[in-house]
């Protein structure tokens, strides 16, 4: 199990907070154009601190709307992303699961096929494309239906912790492991109160990551840290608590 950081679109935040862990995820997309990044300078921190690279692509932008010519258009967009992010040798690209309208039922199949189309970019630019829950988002799929979109297409999942908890509270955590954790490649660990506040150090929220321990102990994927700050040793101490959670046997 790797245990990761996820770093924004900075290369100067990267380069202070990496040093021990075992990847970074960069943000490319939106107000980042990827072909602006100095991939040299990535290289070399990443290398000064023996860590792989993940991406995630754009937050904003939804994959299924019920356009066809704007969803070709989505697919056409984050292939060029995830081609760089192949250049760039980056093991996996973090895709939200959203749609224009998310509770619309006839946008399902059309998320399944955008999906597909996103994943077979992704593979030909040998990167693994993971899906993650932001179910408690405007544009986010519920957690069941992203969880059962992300098994027909055979697509991983990045499962964020935080996000199901403020979704559904730890019920949610539960029942998304317990139903779809054999899907889950990647981890966004954090902490979150119900009042709203998220992406915390883990003790700092009110998660019960004991239900995590329950489903994902021994988990053998990538993990990032996602904590709203540049102290590094709340970063390094979110790390090794979720490596407690998920080294546990029990």
């Known amino acids: 199990m790797d245990v990761g950081l996820t770093v924004g679109d900075s290369l100067e935040r990267t380069e202070r907070t990496i040093e021990g862990f075992d990847l970074a995820e960069l943000s490319v997309g939106d107000g980042t154009d990827p072909d602006e990044i100095d991939v040299g300078q990535l290289e070399t921190i990443l290398a000064a601190a023996d ?4 991406v995630h692509l754009p937050f904003k932008q939804v994959v299924a709307t019920p356009v066809p010519e704007i969803n070709d258009a989505i697919v056409d967009y984050l292939s060029r992303l995830l081609e760089w992010a192949g250049t760039a040798d980056a093991e996996k690209a973090v895709l939200h699961g959203t749609a224009r309208n998310p509770h619309d039922t006839d946008l399902r199949p059309v998320f399944a096929d955008q999906l597909e189309a996103i994943g077979t970019a992704a593979a030909d630019a040998d990167v693994e494309l993971v899906v993650e829950n932001v179910g408690h988002q405007k544009r986010g799929l519920p957690l069941t239906v992203l969880g ?3 098994r027909e297409t055979e697509t991983a999942v990045c499962f964020d912790v935080g996000h199901a908890y403020m979704e559904d509270g730890d019920d949610g955590v539960d029942r998304f492991c317990s139903r779809y954790g054999d899907l889950v490649s990647h981890l966004h660990v954090h902490d979150a109160r119900s009042r709203g506040d998220t992406h915390l150090p883990i003790g700092a929220g ?8 329950d489903h994902l102990a021994g988990f053998e994927g990538t993990v990032a840290v996602e904590v709203f700050t540049d102290d590094v040793t709340l970063l390094r101490d979110t790390a090794r608590r979720a490596r407690t959670v998920l080294e546990s046997d029990s």
């Open 51 to 54: 860590a792989d690279l993940c």
């Open 148 to 150: 059962d979109l992300a």
């Open 206 to 213: 009110e998660i019960d990551y004991g239900v995590v321990t």
